[in-house]
């Protein structure tokens, strides 16, 4: 496992953004930039690709807040360079697993991703009241035996 002090080294955005980044034993604690409302009409999953007919629509601040309403967002995080000998994983933090009807996805770090995390945002019942820039994430990062010899060049590579 890298430590919390390689994992901060991962982090590449805006002083701001990286200011606000807490180590956390060993992961860091991630906090949100933007919020997307997802609107998905369609998900096609073939052998060689993924064909995806989703819209996405902004959520607004408002007073230093975004207030959700159930349904499924995305919520983007900082932008990261991995190396292509470390993989990792985005947890959510405990506050979304007791019982608030609201989930937030973990999902996988690819060695060689380089460019803004997102994580998918679940609302099932009541409404969700997020500070601008908390912390919802953990990373977790670890050194693979060896170095991925392709370069990523999916389509979410330096983009959401």
Known sequence: MLTASELL????????IVKRVKKC???IELPFKAVYRAEPREL????D??????????VQERAGWYVLYPGIYIIVL??????EDVEGMLLPRSSFLR???WMLQGTKID???RGELVMQLMGFRGVLHLRSGARVAHMLA???????NYALTGQYVDRI
């Open 49 to 58: 690709e993924t064909r995806r007919d989703i819209t996405y629509e902004p």
């Open 99 to 101: 019982g608030s009807g």
């Open 111 to 113: 060695a060689g991703f």
């Open 25 to 27: 034993g060993s992961s």
């Open 9 to 16: 080294n991962l982090v590449k955005d805006s002083e701001d």
């Open 44 to 47: 096609i999953i073939d052998v």
């Open 142 to 148: 670890w050194r693979i035996g060896e170095r991925f």
């Open 78 to 83: 900082p932008r990261v360079e991995f190396p």
